[in-house]
């Protein structure tokens, strides 16, 4: 037996590491708008001069595109040639964020962004439906969070210092370097092996989606926060430019978080730990609603930045696992999309509500608590699926 799957995982074609750098470099490209939303944010204030509700509003727009584009890989990837999809997506997201130099007032730019967003949705779709289709896609999804938290830090510190034309140009720009490595794609996805494998611990196909919807909630959390950490930083009387390093630095953190969840999934199962994050994540962001201390704000943004690697490394690895056919894979970048929208435009109504960045945190901690109901019953489900099945 062991023969054999060492035969099929010899035979996908996106276990080549050609296939794996193009889909890792893909996902930090598609992801860049996400995870700089603290310094692209603060741009559009500074420079656009928009409120806080439509910064939100705009962040919220880009996300949507981000789902739509995800969706539509979802269904098209098993009939449409994915290095096609790529293109799509690149073309997409290159005129949009070339439109955006152009047309800065808001109405235009809720568009363009929805636009841009809907671009990215498709190619990076795509590379994420490709890390999992990996014969270890938990393994694949680790070294992409290892490489996002390091994107990440870099974004952090080189969005600031460009104009609102350099940061649209940076986002072309990584588009362009993919045109000449496309082709390193597999067109289409591996041949449905003849042989099926089984484990103790393989888990129902049905779960998989139950990980997206979970997604999408505990996006929720992280869209809001991530979206309004700068700016409630500066409405709680911290220094803006303080604020901005530590969250800066912080994303080092990052790396802390993938190699933890690493350790934790090779020496313990892959189900309680998450639990013991959520908790935890609750906490973290939860402080803020309390008080916007110089203290309270480091302890919370260096929580979040490690806890967030560490969940992502156990979702997006745990839905690749339990749907081997790619679809739910590539509605991942959906979920978060999803998820990262609702949760600014939740905030935006918040402020518009004047009810204010603490009410903001107490919608990030109730987000990420439903999240751990979510997966504290799953687990519980499958406790008593797996004793039932041995008696």
């Not at 969250?247 to 934790?264: N, R």
């Amino acid at each position: 037996m062991a023969a054999t799957e060492s035969s099929i995982a010899s035979q996908n074609p996106f276990d080549n590491r050609g296939s794996f750098v193009l889909s890792l470099y893909m996902t930090l490209v598609g992801y860049s708008v996400l995870v700089a939303l603290p310094a692209i944010n603060s741009a559009w204030v500074d420079q656009l001069g928009f409120s806080d509700v439509e910064v939100n509003r705009v962040a919220s727009s880009d996300l949507l595109g981000l789902f739509l584009g995800s969706v539509a890989v979802s269904f098209l990837i098993r009939f449409v040639n994915r290095q096609h999809l790529i293109y799509a997506g690149i073309a997409i997201a290159i005129a949009a964020n070339w439109l955006c130099i152009y047309f800065t007032d808001y109405s235009a730019m809720l568009v363009l962004r929805a636009l841009a967003g809907f671009g990215a949705g498709l190619y990076t779709a795509v590379a994420v439906a490709g890390m999992g289709a990996r014969s270890k896609p938990r393994e694949a999804f680790n070294w992409m969070l290892l490489a996002f938290a390091f994107s990440q830090f870099i974004e952090l510190q080189l969005i600031p210092h460009l104009s609102m034309t350099g940061i649209y140009g940076f986002f072309i720009a990584t588009y362009v370097v993919t045109l000449p490595f496309v082709s390193l794609m597999p067109s289409q996805k591996p041949a449905k092996p003849e042989v099926t494998l089984t484990s103790a611990g393989q888990r129902p196909g049905a779960l998989a989606w139950v990980g997206i919807f979970a997604i999408v909630v505990a996006y929720i959390n992280i869209g809001a926060y991530w979206s309004n950490i700068e700016l409630a930083a500066e409405a709680g009387g911290l220094d803006g430019d303080w604020a901005a390093q530590v969250i800066s630095w912080s994303v080092l953190l990052s790396f802390m978080g993938c190699f933890g969840a690493m350790y934790v999934l090779r020496h313990f199962d892959h189900d309680r730990p998450v639990l013991v994050t959520f908790v935890l994540m609750v906490i973290a962001v939860g402080l803020l609603a309390v008080d916007i201390s110089a203290g309270f704000f480091i302890f919370s943004v260096a929580m979040f930045n490690f806890l967030w690697i560490f969940i992502d490394v156990y979702q997006m690895g745990g839905v690749s696992a339990a749907d081997r056919t790619g679809s739910a894979a590539a509605f991942i970048p959906g979920a978060q999309g999803l998820g990262q929208m609702l949760g600014p435009l939740a905030a935006s109504f918040l402020l518009e509500q004047g009810i204010g960045f603490d009410g903001i945190f107490v919608l990030c901690a109730g987000a990420s608590a439903t999240a751990l109901l979510i997966y504290t019953l799953s687990y519980l489900s499958t406790r008593t699926h797996a004793a039932e099945s041995t008696q």
